[in-house]
């Protein structure tokens, strides 16, 4: 069982920053892969980025590329989702969640998720 909070969100102009935390608790955290992943009202949950078990491999939604870092500290069991030059678009609520073993990019593989935390980017 791994128990997820995030935290982080707020209101931000475009083309600012934020930077999310994911805080995880259970056992074996090393052994989860940890995604990001966004939703708004309406919408299907979209992947965002996700950082393998040993923290060597990430992907990226295109739409985040070169805006996002995803990045994980195995030894205080947190994952955090640095967020660049935001648009508009990236308006939603994000959710931490985790996999065990493999880094997928898809919402149904994943086994746990945090309540999510709302990020509004104002024009």
């Known amino acids: 069982q791994v128990q997820l909070v995030e935290s982080g969100g707020g209101l931000v102009q475009a083309g600012g920053s934020l930077t999310l935390s994911c805080a995880a608790s259970g056992r074996a955290f090393s052994y989860y892969a940890m995604g990001w992943f966004r939703q708004v009202p309406g919408k299907e949950r979209e992947f965002v980025a996700v950082?393998?078990?040993?923290?060597?491999?990430?992907y990226y939604a295109d739409s985040v590329k070169g805006r996002f870092t995803i990045s994980r500290d195995n030894a205080k069991n947190t994952v955090a989702l640095e967020m660049n030059s935001l648009k508009p678009e990236d308006t939603a609520v994000y959710y931490c969640a985790a996999v065990q073993l493999v880094t997928s990019r898809r919402y149904s593989d994943y086994d746990y998720w945090g309540q999510g935390t709302q990020v509004t980017v104002s024009s």
């Open positions: 950082v393998s078990a040993s923290g060597s491999t990430t």
